[in-house]
């Protein structure tokens, strides 16, 4: 028996069907170890080496491994091509499995029978992958040392239970800057004079006034209407017409597709991953956590024959198009995004996904033969009119797609349109209909949304593609910045936290700085610097920084009131902020080291302290745990509002029950 073990379940199936016969296909569905969420999972003394334990609720996955492991002859170590998919690959082969010679790594890009064939009959040995892993364990071992140093110093000086992150800090950051440049922003008021011209055919030409200068009231600019409308000598002075390509948008990769479909569907990161997930599962489309632009070159003549032959040879370029990545620290190992199976049409597609992952799919598909095909030809023409008794100008614009070329399969996503003008010549007469005054105000800056601060982060080599959606994700459940429609708008508290980090730990906050963290990431990866030397440059200046950040000014409010603990009936009530806002907690809670009186209370409508109403708990009926034999209370999800059962032994017994009595088997 041979083993071939992958990350996700939803792959299983479908890489079954392509394995010989002989092959057990097993999923360790993600991650199995993990640092413990302790101050010592990092020996700092000892080259900053990791501890790794189980990762709770995995126990029976690494059983099950570990049984199949010991029978197998073979173990072909399937995870994901990058860093994330080799660090899952090294543990368990170090920790579950730990025979090494049995182990094979096997690589694909794509869930096909043949990618998937390819990887079994040439595996590579998993020491070869010993730089990237050790590239993955330092970014692993930075956010942890960061999140469990700095974090803390929050606490004290700003709120309880807050955090910071490595990548989320800078995320906060730029929304939080971006706010306040809209919150000073002073718009600035400008008069536009739209006008309709009657040809000789009393065709309708819409054209728009040009000034030298900004027109800045409403005085000036009804002064010109007057003077525009009193004349009646106008005319067309020139048309200019000029030819120009329009070149297709390159292969989707993680960044462009986020923001694709951010300022498309509307999705954000989370849904869009999700989605991309589970068609690349299905053998659908090409690994979906990618910086890479690149096209394997089987890929390419397979497109360019379908664009040959749905399309014509004029729609096919006379060779193919190749990108290059601006992200100077992109891993260009893998390809882009692109769809497995081009024999396959739309129609077969959409018959065995969802609704949302076909609307992705479409996307996908339409991106790939799109960047393949021949560029749009435009024609656009520019006129000029002018009045022969004064100075007074019009310009009308139009543009006609002459040849539709990768638009045919891409238009559906594009704003190209036909704007056609009116036939006319050079020195024809025209009258004009009518012109209007209409006001403006020049803008703020756009509020970063999914799409722009995908773009910002991308640009700025911040993070990773696969990070992105996690950074937002982690920024609104923290609750330091929330979405006002498609914008991230920062809370209080995200100001707050942004400003104590940029003060005390401007390393942190610094974008080139973090690039350049970046950049070294890429190097251990590349073999050119060891893992916990360019750890500990990192640490040693931010530990300098929580030193100096310990001595600061606290952010944190506590105001001592007059109101006398209604419990204890001894102290006062100090009014403090804790994780879910404002709270009063006894004074008394801590006397001389020891807890006194543990009371705390709601702040009223009025000021007054009103005490926490205690929920009734309800069970099911006749059910107790078969683990423990607790009650099983009833729960309402946090997620989805629906209610199930629960051990009440909980945390020491995680069991959990549907609301008819059966046990939820966890996976």
């Not at 073990?5 to 569905?29: D, W, Y």
């Not at 800057?177 to 309709?196: A, H, M, N, S």
Request: net charge positive; glycine share 6%.
């Amino acid at each position: 028996m041979d083993l071939f073990l992958v990350e996700s379940p939803g792959k299983i199936k479908t890489i079954q069907n392509f394995l010989p016969r002989g092959f057990v296909v097993k999923a360790s569905v993600g991650h199995c170890y993990q640092f413990p969420r302790t101050d010592s999972a990092i020996n700092i003394n000892k080259n900053y080496e990791p501890t790794y334990v189980p990762i709770e609720g995995k126990e029976k996955v690494i059983a099950e491994i570990k049984k199949l492991s010991k029978d197998a002859d073979t173990i072909y170590l399937g995870m994901d091509a990058d860093r994330e998919g080799c660090a899952i690959a090294w543990l368990i082969a170090d920790y579950a499995i730990k025979d090494r010679k049995k182990i094979k790594r096997a690589i694909f890009h794509e869930i096909t029978e043949k990618a998937i064939l390819n990887s079994i009959e040439h595996p590579i040995q998993l020491d070869s992958q010993k730089d990237l892993f050790h590239a993955q364990q330092a970014r692993s071992v930075l956010d942890m040392l960061v999140g469990f140093k700095i974090s803390p110093v929050l606490w004290n000086k700003v709120k309880s239970g807050t955090s910071a992150g490595r990548v989320q800090s800078i995320g906060l950051r730029l929304i939080v800057e971006r706010q306040r440049e809209i919150d000073k922003f002073v718009p600035r008021e400008y008069w536009t004079l739209p006008g309709i011209f009657l040809t000789i055919k009393k065709d309708q030409l819409k054209a728009l006034y040009q000034s030298e200068n900004e027109i800045p009231n409403e005085t000036i600019a009804v002064q010109i209407q007057k003077e525009v409308e009193a004349l009646a000598d106008w005319y067309v002075d020139s048309i200019s017409k000029s030819t120009k390509a329009k070149q297709p948008y390159p292969i989707f990769n993680t960044s462009s597709l986020q923001q694709f479909c951010s300022s498309t569907f509307n999705w954000d990161g989370k849904h869009t991953m999700s989605l991309a997930q589970k068609l690349y599962e299905g053998g659908h489309i090409t690994y979906h956590r990618t910086d890479s632009l690149n096209i394997s070159d089987e890929a390419i003549c397979n497109v360019r024959k379908l664009i040959t032959s749905d399309f014509g040879k004029n729609y096919c370029p006379a060779k193919p198009r190749t990108f290059k990545t601006k992200n100077k620290v992109a891993q260009e190992a893998h390809e882009g995004i692109r769809p497995t199976h081009l024999e396959k049409t739309l129609d077969d597609v959409k018959s065995c996904v969802s609704d949302a992952e076909f609307k992705l799919y479409e996307a996908v598909y339409a991106r790939f033969l799109a960047c393949q095909m021949s560029d749009a030809e435009l024609n656009a023409s520019k006129v000029v009119i002018k009045s022969k008794s004064s100075n007074h100008t019009f310009t009308a614009n139009g543009q006609i797609i002459k040849f539709d070329g990768y638009l045919k399969v891409w238009g559906q996503y594009s704003n190209t349109k036909d704007e056609e003008l009116p036939q006319i010549l050079e020195k024809d007469k025209l009258v004009l209909k009518e012109v209007k005054t209409e006001q403006h105000f020049t803008k703020p800056p756009a509020a970063y949304n999914t799409a722009s601060l995908v773009k910002v982060l991308e640009e700025e080599g911040i993070g990773r593609p696969s990070t992105y959606a996690g950074i937002i994700d982690t920024l609104i459940k923290r609750t330091y910045v929330e979405k006002d429609g498609k914008s991230f708008k920062p809370t209080e508290l995200g100001c707050q936290i942004c400003d104590f980090l940029v003060v005390n730990f401007s390393e942190l906050m610094d974008t080139k700085y973090t690039a350049r963290i970046e950049e070294e990431l890429d190097d251990i990866a590349n073999g050119e610097r060891v893992w916990h030397e360019a750890v500990d440059v990192f640490f040693k200046e931010i530990r300098k920084r929580i030193v100096a950040a310990q001595g600061s000014e606290s952010l944190k409010k506590s105001e001592t009131t007059d109101i006398t603990c209604p419990t204890c009936k001894r102290h006062k009530l100090v009014k403090r902020t804790g994780k879910y806002g404002d709270f009063y907690g006894c004074a008394g809670f801590t006397v001389h080291g020891k807890h006194k009186c543990e009371a705390m209370f709601k702040i009223g409508e009025n000021g007054e302290p009103v005490a926490k109403e205690k929920k009734e708990v309800r069970y099911l009926e006749g059910v107790v745990c078969d683990k423990c034999g607790s009650k099983i209370a009833i729960r309402v999800s946090t997620k989805n509002g629906k209610e199930f059962g629960a051990c009440s032994a909980f945390p020491k017994c995680k069991n959990l029950y549907s609301l008819d009595g059966t046990k939820i088997e966890l996976k």
